[in-house]
């Protein structure tokens, strides 16, 4: 994102099938018009260290087992070259937060960079341009004091920070920056600021969660620097990063909660890093190529650190960039299929970890960028992912903010937009992440313990679904949600099978026969007393687990254009399938042992259908195939004309008026012609760009007429001397 500063400004496929179906919780929250309060009534005051979190399965819990849900904003400008909030220049710090904590935003992810904390740790001193008319208690303060401030209110009124490390250089444009060090700012430092920070705040559960980098990106096969996600321990290594400083964090403190962002572009199966064609890249937004998790996880080294860690991706709309899934007629579902499931989404629905999309939010144009924002809004609500917007501050050059340029308005139209995702209770108030303050007061909010202990006893099973497979005499696992009970006790046919009180899911084994059963979950009291509070479902043991067969052609995506007697690649995805077959423009071939093919585009122009079957490892087709549609066209054909509309010749000199003519097939941006002077030379030009080579003079477009429709010309001229005879240079377009 582009961060506008007063004082400067500075630029800046189908989801694989799974044999236990896995939990996506549904979330309904109705809209509500608050009054922001006038003054804080606390709940409660605030106790240490009762409000860290941890990771079970998808779900973000708190220390209880309890689900909860970050529902958050952004406020930058730590970050940049002003080192402090943005906004403090004109508004006050404590009646931002109030208000912030007013309207339900439970988190509130902060932009630091890692050069500000570096000036912490080794005693540098920073001053700050705040504001003190409005904020007083900010006089003679440092950035680090500023900061203690923030985090001071916030726990008065039950705000939680994430603390986000957006780039290495305290810049306005520092985020732009591809990786999270630089020759000053080296990796050790990126890690040890981290401990620093870590180590300062430790016995403080104000800061509830790290975001260690802010988008690693860069494109391999374009960029001298770029992120990468793979085995090795390189320095642009972001997976070997992102393990190394999360277990140094948690080595000082093992209760904060751990978020890495995905990278730009990862390799498709079978490429390796040093591929420099585009086209063998999955590419998404900066941070939001979390594609590389699936199969090269982080790993911590053990379930207890393991459970402080979960994955954050951002996503935008077409106003930040057109992406090519922005197609006309784009929607929720077809950003399902085209981005958001393979590259992130996958993590949430197979219950491999919760997701908190870090950035998301943009203008409301009542357009494309509109019906986006509804989208991901609803995916967020739909699937309860946890999410900070972005951003509060209105100086965000592409997206604007959630506050208009007064610092102090509200954007009615985008909070309207955005309130439905914030966490809220049945009685319509907003839902603290602190267990014992009141989100904002208690006119807007309620506190974690008070919603809690509202809610009735409950138990429900979350995965697996009901008749699903599991294998006989074998380990499955149960998992389940429950409130205001301690634990559960498990019974398979109605004989007890096991008891669990510390997590939300239990480890049990299927009866040794084939056949439906009974799985039957009763809560139980802290006394391990069962409770009149149950849940159940039917499950199917089977000695071999049923195929579902499936293919989905990843690449080209339906409707791409190639040329006649184009090369290009085919890229499929199967599911309990070895091998596939195509079926292209009258030839068809079966792969082996790979999930690719090189086709050749037919050499005549038309639409033709793409088809592909999968087959089993006995050659045996199966009820499986997928189809797209691919326009052949014929390559367009470049030519350039290149004659003298006027030749001025004099006893020692000439002026030449040369017409650039496009004789090709399709408009051009940009051309260049060559002229052979022979014995002559070249004096000066206009309309131009002029280079010499021996006798040749080469000319290339100026800025202002390098575009050419077809049958469009232009015209630059040059003066020149020669002796003897004059002789019309040639000139041919290149």
Known sequence: MNFLSPYSLKNKALPNR?????????????????????????ANTPLPNDDWLQVEGNQIVDMDGNRVWLTGANWFGFNTSERVLHGLWSVNLEETLQSIADRGI?????PISTELLYEWQTGVETSANVNTATNPDLVDTTTLEIFDAMLDYSKQIGLKILLDVHSAEADNTGHIAPLWYNDTLTPEIFYSTWEWVTERYKDDDTIIAFDLENEPHGKPYSDSEYAKWDTSTDDNNWKHACETASKRILDINPNMLIMCEGIEAFPIDGTTWDSLDKNDYYSNWWGGNLRGAKDLPIDLGNSAYQSQFMYSPHDYGPLVYEQAWFYEGFSKETLYEDVWYDNWLYLHEENISPLLI????????????????????DLIIEYGLHHTFWCINPNSGDTGGLLDNSWVNWDEEKYAMFEPSLWKSDEGKYISLDHQVALGSDATGVSLNDYLSSLSTSVSITSPEVFDEVLVGENFTVNFSKTQAAGVNAYIDGVFAGRETETNSITLTAPLVEGDFELTLVAIDENDQELDVSTSLTLDAVYSFTLEPEITITSPADGTQFYTNEDFTLTVELDDAAAFEYQFNGVSDVVTDSSEATLTAPAVAADYSLIVTAIDDNGAYLDASDSISLAIVNAPVTSLGCSFSDENVWNSGFVLSVEVTNEGTEAISSWSVSLDLGQMSFANGWSANFSENGS????????????????????????????GSYSSPSCQGN
């Open 18 to 42: 799974l044999k236990a179906k896995l939990f996506s919780p549904k979330k309904s929250i109705a809209a509500l018009s608050l009054a922001v309060a006038s003054s804080i009534a606390l």
């Open 106 to 110: 439970n988190i509130l992810r902060i």
């Open 358 to 377: 870090g950035e998301w939010g943009g203008f409301m144009d009542g357009g494309d960028n509109e019906t986006w924002l509804f989208a991901i809004r």
């Open 696 to 723: 040749i003079l080469t000319a290339n477009n100026a800025a202002h007429n390098g575009s050419l429709a077809v049958g469009d010309s232009v015209i630059f001229g040059f003066q020149g001397a020669f002796s």
